[in-house]
């Protein structure tokens, strides 16, 4: 039966060829990618071609750097690797030592990688040496410092140094000039500096006739009266009575032979005018006047004797004085008549 071998046949061929797409299914399904990379190690595990299921890569810390914590190890499971754990820290290079006439700044540590920079002693007169680290500790040897120099002292015309250095100028050391003719303008001493250099430019002696006797109008000198005026003397003014100073009171000679500042200049004083209000005042003296008077009569008498003594005060007022009466209180003619009216009227 040729037909039913073959049918056999064909169906092995299709059973294999399923099995062995299966296996290679499950065989890519299980792996992982590349392992990951992380920072301060390196990867021991030499990687193979394909990272299949179980598959386990080891790390180490790189140079210079030591393992603290963690695990060295990651895995490949489920496709997917494992995270790392592994910590590593910088390798501390310990204490630098000791410099002569130095010390170091290790404010920033001693670990790997890291730059020293060599700080002076005595008022900053060394200088500095840069050191770094390396995987094993210090590279090099220890620096040595060594003193700050600055170059000769310039000289100066007309002029000398009155302390001439010994050998070397090095740092802190003072250098002081004076002249031989003429005036000194500039400084009078130099410093050498911590930086191989002078505090200053030197000095230099010119030549000085001195300054000119001077006067300022309506004022007169209260020190400095001449008559020769060198480099550095002063005067001072002030002003005459009635007059005001305008600008300074004191000028020196200057080095260009002239006063400085400017001289100063007297002023007129402005003049004061007062004024004077006079105030009057217009006093009123008031006049008496005595009038003599009947007693007023007493009751069931018919007639009195006698006058009785009437007083009135008037004034030299044309209106007279305040009052209810007007100008009749003040005329006593009036006033006597109008009280003897009133009598008639009572006893009628």
Same mark, same amino acid.
Request: glycine fraction near 10%; charge should be neutral; proline fraction near 8%.
């Given at each position: 039966?040729?037909?039913?071998?073959?049918?056999?046949?064909?169906?092995?061929?299709?059973?294999?060829?399923?099995?062995?797409?299966?296996?290679?299914?499950?065989?890519?399904?299980?792996?992982?990618?590349?392992?990951?990379?992380?920072?301060?190690?390196?990867?021991?595990?030499?990687?193979?071609?394909?990272?299949?299921?179980?598959?386990?890569?080891?790390?180490?810390?790189?140079?210079?750097?030591?393992?603290?914590?963690?695990?060295?190890?990651?895995?490949?499971?489920?496709?997917?690797?494992?995270?790392?754990?592994?910590?590593?820290?910088?390798?501390?290079?310990?204490?630098?030592?000791?410099?002569?006439?130095?010390?170091?700044?290790?404010?920033?540590?001693?670990?790997?990688?890291?730059?020293?920079?060599?700080?002076?002693?005595?008022?900053?007169?060394?200088?500095?040496?840069?050191?770094?680290?390396?995987?094993?500790?210090?590279?090099?040897?220890?620096?040595?410092?060594?003193?700050?120099?600055?170059?000769?002292?310039?000289?100066?015309?007309?002029?000398?140094?009155?302390?001439?250095?010994?050998?070397?100028?090095?740092?802190?050391?003072?250098?002081?000039?004076?002249?031989?003719?003429?005036?000194?303008?500039?400084?009078?001493?130099?410093?050498?500096?911590?930086?191989?250099?002078?505090?200053?430019?030197?000095?230099?002696?010119?030549?000085?006739?001195?300054?000119?006797?001077?006067?300022?109008?309506?004022?007169?000198?209260?020190?400095?009266?001449?008559?020769?005026?060198?480099?550095?003397?002063?005067?001072?003014?002030?002003?005459?009575?009635?007059?005001?100073?305008?600008?300074?009171?004191?000028?020196?000679?200057?080095?260009?032979?002239?006063?400085?500042?400017?001289?100063?200049?007297?002023?007129?004083?402005?003049?004061?005018?007062?004024?004077?209000?006079?105030?009057?005042?217009?006093?009123? %003296?008031?006049? &008496? *006047? $005595? !009038?003599?008077?009947?007693?007023? +009569? /007493?009751?069931?008498?018919?007639? @009195?004797? =006698?006058?009785? %003594?009437?007083? &009135? *005060? $008037? !004034?030299?007022?044309?209106?007279? +004085? /305040?009052?209810?009466?007007?100008? @009749?209180? =003040?005329?006593?003619?009036?006033?006597?008549?109008?009280?003897?009216?009133?009598?008639?009227?009572?006893?009628?």
């Amino acid at each position: 039966m040729p037909g039913r071998n073959t049918n056999s046949a064909d169906n092995v061929f299709m059973i294999s060829l399923c099995l062995g797409l299966a296996l290679l299914i499950v065989s890519v399904t299980g792996q992982c990618g590349n392992p990951p990379e992380y920072p301060n190690v390196t990867m021991v595990t030499q990687p193979p071609l394909d990272f299949v299921e179980g598959f386990t890569i080891t790390y180490a810390c790189q140079s210079g750097y030591v393992l603290k914590s963690g695990s060295t190890t990651i895995t490949c499971t489920n496709s997917q690797w494992s995270n790392l754990t592994l910590v590593c820290e910088r390798r501390s290079c310990g204490s630098p030592g000791e410099i002569l006439n130095g010390r170091f700044n290790t404010d920033e540590g001693v670990l790997l990688e890291t730059r020293l920079m060599q700080f002076v002693m005595k008022d900053s007169s060394w200088q500095a040496v840069v050191s770094e680290t390396v995987a094993a500790g210090w590279d090099g040897e220890i620096p040595i410092c060594e003193i700050v120099k600055c170059p000769d002292p310039p000289s100066i015309v007309n002029g000398e140094i009155t302390n001439p250095p010994q050998g070397t100028v090095t740092f802190g050391t003072s250098i002081t000039y004076k002249c031989t003719k003429g005036i000194l303008v500039g400084n009078r001493e130099l410093v050498c500096t911590k930086y191989g250099n002078y505090s200053r430019a030197p000095p230099a002696c010119k030549d000085h006739k001195g300054c000119p006797s001077v006067q300022v109008a309506n004022g007169f000198k209260t020190a400095g009266f001449g008559p020769v005026y060198n480099y550095g003397d002063f005067i001072a003014f002030a002003c005459n009575p009635g007059y005001i100073l305008n600008g300074t009171d004191t000028v020196t000679c200057g080095v260009n032979e002239t006063w400085e500042p400017e001289l100063p200049t007297c002023q007129k004083a402005p003049t004061t005018t007062t004024t004077t209000t006079t105030t009057t005042t217009t006093t009123t %003296t008031p006049r &008496t *006047t $005595t !009038t003599q008077l009947p007693p007023a +009569p /007493s009751p069931g008498i018919s007639s @009195t004797a =006698g006058l009785n %003594t009437v007083k &009135t *005060t $008037t !004034t030299d007022d044309k209106n007279g +004085p /305040s009052g209810r009466c007007g100008k @009749t209180c =003040g005329n006593p003619l009036l006033l006597l008549a109008l009280l003897l009216f009133i009598k008639l009227m009572l006893f009628s």
